[in-house]
């Protein structure tokens, strides 16, 4: 049966809030805490020849790429807990430190609202056997103490699974991302001087020639 104008778009914005609320009740229900860790993670600077790396390494946006791998922890080989994941998620994490008064990058258990991994380096096809991937760190990342985390996700992309780069705590084999420096301040002020010079060009321009038209 047709529907009037105002029937069916009440009807599509209906059917739109029970589908996000159904998604979002979804990704709410995910605890982080309720996750195997299964998943082994390493990361290195491309470059940096470090095999045990020191607690906190330091990398450079735009110039630096981060050497990602990944693989299921030898000890569940064969085991079939991983025979629901689909894909691999490679996020960068804030580290404690760099969450300290920042509420925008503060950790929650509910997957749905936590933010200390909002930064995506990869999405890949999850595979036992694991992969890598080189991540060049692009030059909008904001400049902090990271670590990186893998989540293991099923086929409607929910979290069942994780591994991190780091330890528990997240103290150790942090790496230091450093924005650039000595450049921001400068161009900002050299972008506010001459848009001011152009506004004041533009109007000195019109005025001149509202005098010279009002003479004529």
Same mark, same amino acid.
């Given at each position: 049966?047709?529907?009037?104008?105002? #029937?069916?778009?009440?009807? $599509?914005?209906?059917?739109?809030?029970?589908? !996000?609320?159904?998604?979002?009740?979804?990704?709410?229900?995910?605890?982080?805490?309720?996750? +195997?860790?299964? %998943?082994?993670?390493?990361?290195?600077? #491309?470059?940096?020849?470090?095999?045990?790396?020191?607690?906190?390494?330091?990398?450079?946006?735009?110039?630096?790429? !981060?050497?990602? $791998?990944?693989?299921?922890?030898?000890? @569940?080989?064969?085991?079939?807990? +991983?025979?629901?994941?689909? $894909? !691999?998620?490679?996020?960068?994490?804030?580290?404690?430190?760099?969450? !300290?008064?920042?509420?925008?990058?503060?950790?929650?258990?509910?997957? *749905?609202? +936590?933010?200390?991994?909002?930064?995506?380096?990869?999405?890949?096809?999850?595979?036992?056997?694991?992969?890598?991937?080189?991540?060049?760190?692009?030059?909008?990342?904001?400049?902090?103490?990271?670590?990186?985390?893998?989540?293991?996700?099923?086929?409607?992309?929910? #979290?069942? &699974?994780?591994?991190?780069?780091? +330890? #528990?705590?997240?103290?150790?084999? @942090?790496?230091? =991302? =450093?924005?650039?420096?000595?450049? *921001?301040?400068? =161009?900002?002020?050299?972008?506010?001087?001459?848009?001011?010079?152009?506004? &004041?060009?533009? %109007?000195?321009?019109?005025?001149?020639?509202?005098?010279?038209?009002?003479?004529?």
């Amino acid at each position: 049966m047709a529907c009037g104008v105002l #029937q069916c778009v009440v009807r $599509s914005l209906a059917v739109a809030a029970l589908v !996000l609320a159904s998604t979002s009740f979804a990704e709410a229900g995910v605890l982080f805490s309720t996750l +195997d860790e299964s %998943i082994n993670v390493a990361v290195e600077i #491309q470059g940096q020849n470090v095999t045990e790396g020191p607690v906190n390494r330091v990398a450079k946006v735009g110039d630096d790429r !981060l050497v990602v $791998s990944w693989n299921l922890n030898s000890s @569940l080989m064969g085991l079939g807990v +991983d025979k629901n994941y689909v $894909s !691999l998620k490679l996020r960068l994490c804030f580290a404690p430190i760099s969450q !300290l008064e920042r509420g925008w990058r503060k950790t929650n258990d509910d997957l *749905h609202r +936590d933010k200390t991994c909002t930064i995506v380096i990869a999405n890949q096809k999850y595979t036992t056997d694991g992969n890598s991937t080189v991540w060049r760190i692009p030059k909008n990342v904001p400049g902090a103490t990271y670590f990186v985390r893998a989540y293991a996700t099923d086929e409607r992309g929910q #979290q069942l &699974a994780y591994g991190q780069s780091t +330890d #528990q705590l997240k103290t150790s084999n @942090l790496i230091t =991302i =450093i924005p650039i420096s000595g450049r *921001h301040v400068t =161009i900002d002020i050299a972008s506010g001087v001459f848009s001011v010079f152009s506004i &004041a060009s533009l %109007i000195a321009f019109l005025a001149s020639e509202f005098a010279q038209t009002s003479n004529r």
